[in-house]
């Protein structure tokens, strides 16, 4: 059975850092491109990072240099640390994974493809 485990979230204030992490299960994330995608209350949901097999990295412009992707494959495990959190940086939070969709492709956009496997979400609150 294939299921992605996300945890991390929390509420903290503008300034402050989380680190989400994503556990894989059911399958080996080495071998599937890897993303964060969030979602605001009332938006569309949006892609804003992205890693591959090979471990390259790319991000939305509004979370680049704030935000780091990774990913352990002994542990098979996709993390997300956030540092100078906003609060538009609020929403939920999920990990996905796919064997052919590059989610660098969705970057600051909805995902319209269909998604492989999906996290079921952390919340993120960013206080003011």
């Known amino acids: 059975q294939v299921q992605l485990v996300e945890s991390g979230g929390g509420s903290v204030q503008a300034g402050g850092s989380l680190r989400l992490s994503c556990a894989a299960s059911g399958f080996t994330i080495s071998n599937y491109y890897m993303g964060w995608i969030r979602q605001a209350p009332g938006q569309e949901r949006e892609g804003v990072a992205a890693i591959e097999s090979d471990g390259s990295t790319s991000y939305w412009n509004s979370v680049k240099g704030r935000f780091t992707i990774s990913k352990d494959n002994a542990k098979n495990t996709l993390y997300l640390q956030m540092n100078s959190l906003k609060p538009e940086d609020t929403g939920m939070y999920y990990c996905?994974?796919?064997?052919?969709?590059?989610?660098?492709?969705?970057?600051?956009?909805?995902?319209?493809?269909?998604?492989?496997?999906w996290g079921q979400g952390t919340q993120v609150t960013v206080s003011s």
């Open positions: 996905a994974a796919d064997r052919s969709v590059n989610f660098r492709w969705f970057l600051g956009i909805t995902p319209t493809q269909g998604i492989g496997y």
